[in-house]
Every structure is written in C-alpha cells, then in structure tokens.
C-alpha cells in the first residue's frame, strides 16, 4: 500500500491492528494531529464504528481498513514504513490448543519488525498472564527489536485506555 492513497498528508503511521471499539485509536488520533492512524479490523462492525466515530470527532489524520492483521502486515506493509504497531489485549485463546492461533509468534513479531521505521515501536498489552509471558519472551527473541523496560513496563499514564480495559480495571476495583 501507498500511504498517499490513504492520507492526504505525508507524515509518520502509525498502526492499531485490531481496533476493538476503537475507543483506543480515536483518542490517539485526536492527541497527535501530526501523525497518521490507520485501524486494521476484520469485523465489519467494528470498522464502521472507527470510522463513524472518527468522522463525528472530525479526524482527518484516522483511516480504517477491514482485514485480517497477519495477512495485512506480511503482504500489504512495506519494509520500514510504520513508525508504531499498538496491539491491545488480542485475542488470548486461553485453551492450551487454541494456543497456536495466538498472534504473537516469531514469524508474525519478526514480520511487524522487519515494518518498522528506523525508531519506530511495537507497543503490546494484554490482561492474560501466561500469554503475557509468551508474547515477552517471543518479543525479547526478535534481534530487530529491543525491550525498551527490563521486563514487563507498566501502561504509560498517557496512553489512552481502551474501553475493554477501563471495564477490566473497574472489575477488579469493585
């Protein structure tokens, strides 16, 4: 893909893949003007609320596209073109032989890395704990990227919640 086509400006992409609500994306979007913001989501629905809600908040810095995130990195992103992939709370498939479907392997992580502008980032949450320590280990073995945190770095306060996660964090707070 052509960023041009998508953007009217040229300035540096960046990439939610799975958008969810995109409660996420919106607010990222509205914060950083000078940058690009595409949501990749294979759910009609929910690709329609990111782009009903960005065009009711008037961002014209925000696109979406509807599919499947691994198909889409591999085939579609060219080498060192992204300068960020936020991947919040992916699907867990938390049964022992669903583990497999899980999107972060070392195929897929090398693929995201190999799309990344020199400074560019990978920022990845999720609330499943052993796929947390999966993800990290698979991420720490990629060469092409360095852990910015010794370990685990806990959710930057300017990072927006995502609705799923504000939901989370009020269970565990009642």
Do not use: C
């Amino acid at each position: 893909i052509a960023w041009s086509t998508l953007f009217a400006r040229s300035q540096p992409l960046e990439i939610e893949l799975g958008s969810g609500d995109a409660s996420f994306l919106i607010e990222w979007a509205r914060r950083n003007p000078e940058r690009n913001f595409l949501g990749v989501e294979r759910l009609k629905g929910r690709l329609r609320k990111l782009e009903r809600k960005g065009s009711r908040a008037g961002l014209t810095n925000l696109r979406g596209l509807r599919l499947e995130a691994a198909y889409f990195v591999e085939f579609m992103i060219p080498p060192a073109s992204v300068a960020a992939f936020h991947l919040y709370f992916p699907d867990p498939w938390p049964k022992k032989r669903h583990h497999k479907r899980r999107l972060l392997k070392p195929g897929f992580v090398h693929e995201l890395a190999r799309r990344l502008a020199p400074g560019g980032y990978l920022h990845v949450a999720t609330d499943w704990e052993d796929y947390a320590h999966e993800a990290l280990a698979t991420l720490q073995a990629e060469p092409l990227l360095a852990n910015t945190a010794a370990d685990f770095a806990p959710r930057p306060a300017y990072r927006p919640l995502t609705k799923f996660e504000a939901r989370g964090l009020k269970q565990m707070n009642d």
